[in-house]
């Protein structure tokens, strides 16, 4: 009896089964071609929508995705990833450096975290924040 079902055992073990070509193939242009089709043509147009609002409505493309991102967030997963962003951002002194626009849309000319919404800086163009020793 043990013989036997070590033969049976062998028989399967040996058994490999042989690829199907041609209906991987039929699956390949019956599903998968017009899939990417189809995704090729939503990322051409999500691809001009992040351009316009780069170039016709003057944001910054990262800063827009960044946005949209939090927005599909949980409300909790926000608050952390916000609390976080910035309270690094606190520590190495990074914050928004106050221009000319910012000066002419501010009427009194308010410096402050509050007016702003988020951290400033005084840091200088060009330079990345670095963390206190």
């Known amino acids: 009896m043990a ?4 033969a049976e ?3 399967k073990a040996i058994e490999l089964k042989q690829p199907d070509f041609e209906k ?4 390949m ?3 998968i071609k017009p899939s990417e089709e189809k995704n090729a043509s939503a990322r051409g147009d999500l691809s001009g929508a992040w351009k316009r609002i780069e170039e016709d ?7 827009a995705k960044l946005f949209y991102r939090l927005q599909q967030m949980s409300a909790e997963k926000r608050d952390d990833f916000l609390r976080t962003l910035y309270g690094f951002m606190r520590l190495s002194g990074m914050g928004i450096r106050r221009d000319l626009v910012d000066a002419m849309q501010s ?5 402050s975290e509050q007016s702003v919404g988020m951290p400033v ?3 200088p163009a060009g330079g990345l924040a670095t963390l206190p020793n």
């Open 3 to 6: 013989r036997k079902a070590q």
């Open 9 to 11: 055992a062998e028989e």
């Open 24 to 27: 991987a193939l039929q699956l």
């Open 29 to 31: 242009t019956s599903t």
């Open 57 to 63: 409505f003057h944001c910054n493309k990262g800063g």
């Open 107 to 111: 009427e009194g000319g308010d410096d």
């Open 121 to 123: 800086s005084a840091a």
